[in-house]
């Protein structure tokens, strides 16, 4: 079985300009979640996504976005790029929404350097 | 004061050794994560306990739900357990807050 497939896996933007990273998570799965990681904040969460419904969101301004297609692929966008959106963005996704019982499987991550 | 507090921040150990991190909690977090991260970024998730104790080959997770504290362990521990270890308490359904992390450096 495919693991959680993040694409691209680097990416270099300029200042302003905008961003949409992409996240295929294992096949039968429902739910999607988005984190940020800095070397300065660590690891943040950014929003989850559960049948193409944004469920929770984390405090990033709304420059960032996101969204899920009805085969459980979601994607992220990021508008006008400062400096301090360079992380490294990982996605996970999980069987199902709402229940302790499902373990996280995380991909390997987008790493974004914007100039 | 962070939601999801980790000790150490950096942890050195000989082979063999029996390995603690320790993950202190606030209030309003339902479940912890356990999560291993290697250099690359890719990150597994080992343990999610919301009570008691789980066990995997070397590594055990325990939670004291009244004391809001999370311990990891690793017995006999290896060089290839050398990684980033991240406890991750659950808001909600899926929202995750993190600790800063523990950097493990077992050497031979």
């Known amino acids: 079985k495919a693991g959680v497939t993040q694409t691209p896996r680097y990416l270099i933007k300029t200042r302003g300009q905008q961003v949409t990273l992409s996240c295929s998570p294992i096949s039968g799965h429902r739910s999607v979640s988005w984190y940020q990681q800095t070397p300065g904040q660590g690891l943040q969460f950014l929003f989850e996504y559960f049948s193409e419904t944004q469920r929770n969101k984390g405090n990033f301004p709304g420059r960032f976005s996101g969204r899920q297609f009805s085969n459980s692929r979601s994607e992220m966008n990021v508008s006008t790029l400062e400096l301090g959106d360079s992380a490294l963005y990982l996605c996970?996704?999980?069987?199902?929404?709402?229940?302790?019982?499902?373990?996280?499987?995380f991909g390997n991550g987008t790493r974004l350097t914007v100039t | 004061k962070n939601e999801v507090e980790q000790s150490p921040q950096n942890l050195t150990a000989q082979e063999g050794e029996f390995i603690t991190i320790n993950c202190s909690y606030s209030?309003?977090?339902?479940?912890l994560h356990w999560l291993q991260q290697h250099p690359g970024g890719g990150i597994v998730s080992l343990f999610m306990?919301?009570?008691g104790k789980k066990k995997h080959g070397r590594l055990i997770a325990t939670i004291n739900i009244q004391e809001k504290h999370s311990s990891l362990h690793i017995t006999a521990s290896h060089p290839r357990d050398s990684a980033v270890y991240i406890c991750a308490g659950l808001q909600g359904a899926q929202k995750l807050v993190f600790g800063q992390g523990t950097r493990l450096t077992i050497n031979p």
């Open positions: 996970a996704s999980s069987l199902a929404y709402r229940t302790y019982n499902s373990p996280l499987h």
């Open positions: 209030v309003g977090i339902s479940a």
């Open positions: 306990l919301s009570s």
